[in-house]
C-alpha cells in the first residue's frame, strides 16, 4: 500500500482490487443489520469503513499482537453493526448484530 502512494499505476491496480465498479452493490452492506449506524450510510461508505478496519486491524495484530488481539475484530465489527440505542446511555448490541458478525469474521483476522 505504501508503494502504491507513490505509485500512480500500481495505485490504479489497488484500488481497482479493493474497490471493483462491479458488483459493488447498493442500497444496504449486509454487514449492516437495519437499524444500526452502519446501515445509515451508503453501501460504499459501509463497505469502505468495513475494508479500512479490515486492513488496519490485520497490521496492528501483525505487529503488536498483545495490544491489538485478532478478537477485537469481531468485537469492533459487533459494535458498528449493533442496532443505534434508543435514548442516551442505553443500547446493548442485540441479536441481529451478533448474527450479522457471526458469518463474517471466522478468519477475519489470520
Known amino acids: 500500500m505504501v508503494h502504491a502512494t507513490r505509485h500512480p499505476a500500481v495505485r490504479e491496480q489497488l484500488v481497482a482490487v479493493l474497490f471493483p ?8 452492506h ?8 452502519l446501515a445509515e450510510l451508503s453501501y460504499g ?3 469502505a469503513i468495513l475494508k479500512s478496519l479490515d486492513l488496519g486491524m490485520r497490521l496492528l495484530t501483525l505487529l503488536a499482537p498483545e495490544r491489538c488481539p485478532p478478537e477485537l475484530f469481531r468485537e469492533a465489527l459487533r459494535l458498528l453493526s449493533a442496532p443505534k440505542a434508543a435514548g442516551p446511555g442505553g443500547g446493548v448490541a442485540g441479536e441481529a448484530a451478533d448474527e450479522a458478525v457471526g ?3 471466522g478468519g477475519a483476522v489470520d
Open 45 to 47: 461508505e459501509a463497505d
Open 103 to 105: 458469518g463474517a469474521v
Open 21 to 28: 465498479d462491479e458488483g459493488t452493490g447498493s442500497g444496504r
Open 30 to 37: 449486509p454487514l449492516a443489520p437495519e437499524g444500526s449506524g
